[in-house]
C-alpha cells in the first residue's frame, strides 16, 4: 500500500511525541511491505513565528494532498497568560478541521490493566473499561459567533448547531457502535439548551434507522459524574463539541494519563490523528513526554484512514507489551514501578521500536 502522510509536530512537547509516531509508522512500512511517504509542515505558535499565521496556506494545501496527517500539539504559555492577544495557535487546529470537514472527532478509551494503578480511581470499577467517544467538532460555541461590548464587560459566544452537522456524526456513531457492543449513549443538556433539544430530537430520529442499536440519552452533569462512577456502562458516547471537549479530558484519567490517549477527526476525506494532551511546554525539551499517545494515533491511522486492522494492532500490542514488561514514563509510573523502569520520551520510544522489530 502506498501512502502520503503529513507530519505537523506543532509546538512544545510535540516534536518529541510524532518522532515516535511517525518512526513507528515507517518501521510498520517496512515490516509488512508498505510505501508510506513524510512531508512536514508547520501550525501553531511556531507557524506565527515563522510566518505571522497559524495555519500557513503551504500547511492547508499540504493536509488537502495527504491520506493522513500525524499531529502533534499546538499552544504555548505566553497566550495563556495573555487574553488580548488576537491571533492565537489554537487558530489553526480550528481552521484546519474546518477547512478539511473534520467534523468526528473519535476518541477511544482503551484501558490497559497494566495501568490500572495509574489513575486515581479504584482499579475494581475501571477494569473492563472500553469507551468511544464520538465528539462533534466543527460546530457549538467554538465556532459561534463571538461578541465583546465597547466597554469590554460583556462577552458571549453562540452555540449553534444545525441539524446536519448532528445528522452526519450520528451516523458515524451508531455504525461504530453495531461492530462493537451496539449502545449508544447521547449526551447532551436538552433540559436547559435549545441546541441540545434540537440535538437530542435528532438523535432519536437517527436511533430509528438503527434498531439493533440501544439509545440512551444523558445530561452532561450525569454524564460527567456516572464516567467517573461507573465507566464501564458506557460503550459509544456521542455528543457535541464542548460537553465532548470536558468529558473526554475527564476520562483520560481512567486510562490514568493523558500520554497515553490517541484521537482521530475524521470527516469524508483526510485523517488527523492526535495525541489528546497539548503542548506541555512546562516539560518540552527535556525528554519526559509520553509518546505511547502519538504512537497509538499512529495505529489509529493505520485502522481508520489505512484500513490496515492488523499492522494497527501490532502498534497497540507492542505497546501493551511494553507497559506489561513494567516500563514506564514518569506520568504513568507509581510507587510500584522499579526506578531503573521509568524511561524518557527517547528511551520509551526506542523500546516501542525494538518489540515491532520483533
Known amino acids: 500500500m502506498k501512502k502520503n502522510i503529513l ?18 509508522l515507517q518501521q510498520i512500512a517496512k515490516d509488512y511491505g508498505h ?3 513524510f512531508d ?21 494545501e499540504k493536509g488537502r494532498k495527504s491520506d493522513a496527517i500525524l499531529f502533534g500539539a499546538v499552544g504555548h504559555a505566553m ?9 492565537r495557535p489554537e487558530q489553526g487546529l480550528l481552521k484546519i478541521r474546518k477547512e478539511l470537514g473534520l467534523y468526528a472527532n473519535l476518541r477511544p478509551i482503551l484501558l490497559f490493566d497494566e495501568l490500572l494503578q495509574a489513575s486515581s480511581i479504584k482499579p475494581e470499577i ?21 461578541q465583546r461590548s465597547d466597554d469590554r464587560n460583556t462577552a458571549s459566544d453562540l452555540m ?27 449526551v447532551d443538556k436538552a433540559n436547559v439548551l435549545e441546541s441540545s433539544r434540537l440535538w437530542r430530537e435528532t438523535i432519536q430520529e ?40 470536558i468529558l473526554t479530558d475527564e476520562a483520560s484519567q481512567i486510562a490514568g494519563s493523558m500520554g497515553m490517549l490517541a484521537s482521530a477527526s475524521v470527516g469524508d476525506g483526510t485523517g488527523f490523528f492526535e495525541p489528546i494532551h497539548g503542548s506541555a511546554h512546562d516539560i518540552a525539551g527535556k525528554n519526559l513526554a509520553n509518546p ?19 499492522e494497527a494492532q501490532t502498534l497497540v500490542k507492542a505497546v501493551d507489551k511494553v507497559l506489561k514488561e513494567g516500563y514506564r514514563t514518569k506520568d504513568i509510573a507509581d510507587k510500584q514501578t522499579a526506578s531503573d523502569k521509568v524511561l524518557g520520551t527517547r528511551e520509551m520510544g526506542d523500546l516501542v521500536l525494538k518489540y515491532l522489530a520483533k
Open 160 to 186: 449553534i448547531y444545525h441539524r446536519y452537522e448532528v445528522e452526519r456524526i450520528a451516523h458515524k456513531a451508531y455504525k461504530a457502535a453495531q461492530q462493537r457492543s451496539k449502545k449508544v449513549c447521547s
Open 35 to 37: 510505501d508510506f511517504s
Open 7 to 24: 507530519v505537523i509536530p506543532g509546538d512544545g512537547i510535540g516534536p518529541e511525541v510524532t518522532t515516535w509516531g511517525k518512526a513507528a
Open 206 to 245: 437517527i436511533a430509528k434507522q438503527y434498531p439493533d442499536v440501544k439509545t440512551t440519552h444523558m445530561f452532561i452533569d450525569n454524564a460527567a459524574m456516572q464516567l467517573i462512577k461507573d465507566p464501564k456502562q458506557f460503550d459509544v458516547v456521542l455528543t457535541a463539541n464542548l460537553f465532548g471537549d
Open 126 to 146: 475501571l477494569r473492563g473499561t472500553d469507551i468511544l467517544f464520538f465528539r462533534e467538532l466543527t460546530g457549538d460555541v467554538y465556532f459561534g459567533e463571538k
Open 292 to 310: 505511547l499517545a502519538s504512537v497509538l494515533s499512529a495505529a489509529l491511522m493505520l485502522e481508520i484512514s489505512f484500513g490496515l486492522k492488523e
Open 79 to 87: 497566550y495563556d497568560n495573555d487574553p488580548s492577544l488576537k491571533i
Open 40 to 60: 512536514e509542515a508547520l501550525m501553531g505558535h511556531i507557524a506565527i513565528e515563522q510566518t505571522g499565521n497559524p495555519l500557513p496556506d503551504e500547511t492547508l
